[in-house]
């Protein structure tokens, strides 16, 4: 399981961006995941609480948004919502398809309490 | 994924950048500060500088990942065996424990450097820094990261590598690719490992497994070898070589090489980036 991994990195950046702008308290982290990210929404948000714990997120809502595959046909140019193991076109069939979203893991926003 | 050049753009989140400044308010006044970093941004900046540490001394890197025990210690070994004398090789291990496959490498007179991940199920780009600084570049021609034997949790962190080999032996089932696509979706190469076994199983389709390669969108080329008998061979050697070729080609037109898995937002995401070297070793 490397969800673990991977927030501990969200905190990390999240904790920088909480201290470039003199917060001590983040409320809310905003992500946006992809299926291809390799990164389970839900495994995230069990692994959350281990790696926010004593830190300026400690007490912060974790938002995370899925979104869809979407592939482009290279050969007939249409776009298609796609399954995880299946990028074909869902128009033509051909599998030469580009990805045009479905890969993201992203720290997206983060909401801070201020003095000001 | 990288944050420099925008690829983490996508159609998906583009208009976050385009309507709201870096920094709002929200209603109740909280600060909201939009940010569309990769999660991994710290793996990825230590990635790129190991990558520009292996370009400055002309290393071509070769990610392998597959399940334990599907033959990457063997195909080392037997690659090492079949060009050893022609090309300088280098390896870096990560297993969960031992040292038995450094000891296996070091064995066929290549250096190789292994990290035990304890219990991390995958090698990291500050994992791999490490180890590289335990290895003379300067003297290589290709380094080797066999990664720890999973096939989910390496496939999302870059290491600074170049190319991304997928190995499937044919013990493991021919919908493997449809199974663990995050995976195999990344291979620049298949190889159908252990083909020697062919004969005997009935139920490992060849057909079977590049079909469901190419489900994945995947165009990478698929070879069936067999470290034991040297099958497939001839094939694996050219590749290698060619990709040295390619390799060099690109450094000497001053271009960074990587994995192919990111031409995919060829419209997000130059292929190629600038090469810059890095002001220390």
């Known amino acids: ?9 969200i905190i990390d950046q999240v904790s920088h961006i909480a201290a470039e702008h003199q917060s001590h308290v983040v409320e809310k982290i905003y992500l946006q ?42 050969s ?30 992203l720290l997206e926003r983060v909401e801070l309490q201020t003095e000001h | 994924m990288c944050d420099t050049c925008g690829c983490n753009i996508t159609p998906g989140n583009k208009h976050l950048i385009e309507i ?42 070769i990610n392998l990942m597959s399940s334990p025990g599907s033959g990457k210690t063997a195909l080392l070994e037997a690659t090492i065996e079949a060009l050893g004398d022609q090309l300088s090789f280098a390896v870096i291990e990560g297993d969960l424990e031992t040292e038995n496959d450094a000891q296996r490498i070091r064995a066929k007179g290549v250096p190789a450097i292994q990290i035990s991940t304890g219990s991390a199920c995958h090698l990291d780009a500050h994992m791999v ?22 096939l989910v949790c390496p496939a ?45 199983l009935d139920d490992f389709r060849c057909a079977s497994a590049e079909q469901n390669l190419r489900n994945l969108a995947n165009p990478a080329p698929i070879m069936e070898i067999s470290a034991k008998t040297r099958q497939g061979f001839n094939e694996w050697i050219n590749w ?3 990709e040295l070729h390619h390799y060099r080609q690109h450094l000497a037109r001053g271009e960074q090489l990587h994995p192919k898995i990111q031409v995919d937002g060829h419209d997000m995401h130059g292929t190629q980036h600038v090469l810059h070297h890095p002001a220390h070793d």
């Open chain 2, 20 to 61: 709201k400044g870096k920094l709002s308010r929200t209603p109740d006044g909280k600060a909201a500060i939009d940010v569309l970093q990769g999660l991994l941004s710290e793996n990825d900046h230590q990635a790129q500088h190991n990558r520009e540490h292996f370009d400055k001394h002309q290393v071509l890197t």
């Open chain 2, 240 to 242: 290698l070589e060619h």
């Open chain 1, 1 to 9: 399981m490397h969800e673990l991994a991977v927030c501990q990195s």
């Open chain 1, 76 to 105: 007939c140019q249409a776009e298609s919502e796609v399954s995880i193991n299946r990028l074909v076109c869902g128009t033509c069939g051909d599998w030469q398809t580009t990805l045009i979203s479905g890969n993201e893991m």
């Open chain 2, 129 to 150: 820094h490490s180890a590289v600084h335990q290895l003379d570049l300067g003297k290589l021609d290709i380094l080797f990261i066999e990664n720890v034997g999973n």
């Open chain 2, 156 to 200: 999302s962190f870059d290491l600074g590598h170049h190319r991304n080999i997928t190995l499937l032996s044919v013990t493991e089932g021919d919908d493997k690719p449809a199974k663990y696509p995050v995976m195999f979706r990344a291979a620049d190469v298949m190889l159908i490992t252990k083909a020697d076994l062919l004969e005997v």
């Open chain 1, 33 to 74: 995941i992809g299926p291809l990210s390799g990164v389970e929404p839900d495994l995230l948000q069990s692994a959350f609480p281990l790696a926010c714990a004593n830190t300026a997120a400690a007490k912060a809502e974790l938002i995370i948004s899925k979104l869809p595959i979407r592939v482009r046909c290279k």
